[in-house]
């Protein structure tokens, strides 16, 4: 959110749109009531046209969200990683993303995605440039990113791989 106002001011025609909702889920519930949103419109106001909140998509429009973007922040702690960073991968929308250890694991800065540093947003609005400017270059990296997540989280495969576990699990017992 951070980033938002600066990445507004370098592009006046865009339209940026934030899907999810005011819940809480792994971080600690704000004073009062506050919802983190609501924090950070205090600390970094935008413009409400372009600036869209949609709250909590169903699939479907989420997928559809992800095929029409020209870019997918994804942002995150050293937690978990989200299923939302593999289908925007798998939609092919370029992805910039936090440089930390969950999506380390997944991306590869400038081969099927680009990493910024979590607490920069000058960067992460110089990664958006990037992704903007150079479309041609772009392209490379989303399909490439697409590739990565049919080749290690299909789910044919990954059913394979706990076939094998179960395998060894079975003949470990015996």
Do not use: K
């Amino acid at each position: 959110m951070r980033a938002v106002p600066e990445i507004c001011r370098r592009r006046p025609h865009c339209l940026i749109l934030i899907e999810g909702g005011d819940g809480v889920s792994y971080s600690p519930r704000l004073p009062q009531g506050q919802t983190y949103r609501e924090r950070m419109l205090m600390e970094a106001p935008v413009d409400p046209h372009r600036v869209i909140f949609l709250g909590n998509a169903p699939f479907e429009r989420h997928l559809r969200l992800l095929q029409i973007s020209a870019v997918h922040i994804y942002l995150t702690v050293p937690f978990v990683l989200s299923w939302s960073l593999l289908e925007a991968m798998a939609t092919q929308t370029v992805v910039i993303a936090s440089d930390t250890p969950p999506v380390r694991d997944v991306i590869e800065d400038g081969r099927n995605g680009l990493l910024v540093d979590f607490f920069s947003p000058r960067r992460i609005a110089d990664r958006v440039d990037e992704v903007l400017d150079h479309p041609d270059r772009m392209t490379a990296i989303a399909h490439a990113a697409r590739e990565y997540v049919q080749r290690h989280y299909s789910v044919r495969d990954s059913l394979n791989r706990y076939q094998e576990i179960i395998a060894m699990l079975t003949r470990q017992r015996n």
